[in-house]
């Protein structure tokens, strides 16, 4: 299974992105899906996560409030929407699939076993 994410761009201070990730195969059997994210010259941070029937969620303080996960199993596409962007949610945004049976919540990079090509979000002011 590969991942890919989609839907970056850039986007002016206040405004809102829509993020998909659509795996090549089923992520049926992938307990967690979650979002991280890399500045420039920062490491990868959590951004956050669903578990495999949708309706847990997990985010990081700084993004809690703003960003909304969700989960379409029956579409194969995980989602990151996220609003009231700031200049500080620029970064590279990746997807990635948990480990079977893995944790819950799962905000290490370590809880997942696979990672995809990211997408990045410029948050311009």
């Known amino acids: 299974v590969q991942l890919q994410a989609s839907g970056g761009g850039l986007v002016q201070v206040g405004a809102s992105l829509r993020l998909s990730c659509q795996p090549s195969g089923s992520i049926y059997d992938y307990y967690a899906m979650g979002w991280f994210r890399q500045a420039p010259g920062k490491e990868r941070e959590f951004v956050s996560c669903v578990n495999w029937s949708g309706i847990s969620t997990y985010y990081s303080d700084s993004v809690k409030g703003r960003f909304t996960v969700s989960r379409d199993n029956s579409k194969n596409s995980v989602y990151l929407e996220m609003n009231s962007l700031k200049p500080e949610d620029t970064a590279v945004y990746y997807c990635?699939?948990?480990?079977?049976?893995?944790?819950?919540?799962?905000?290490?990079?370590?809880?997942?076993?696979?990672w995809g090509q990211g997408t990045l979000v410029t948050v311009s002011s």
């Open positions: 990635a699939a948990g480990r079977s049976g893995g944790p819950w919540p799962a905000p290490r990079a370590d809880d997942y076993a696979l």
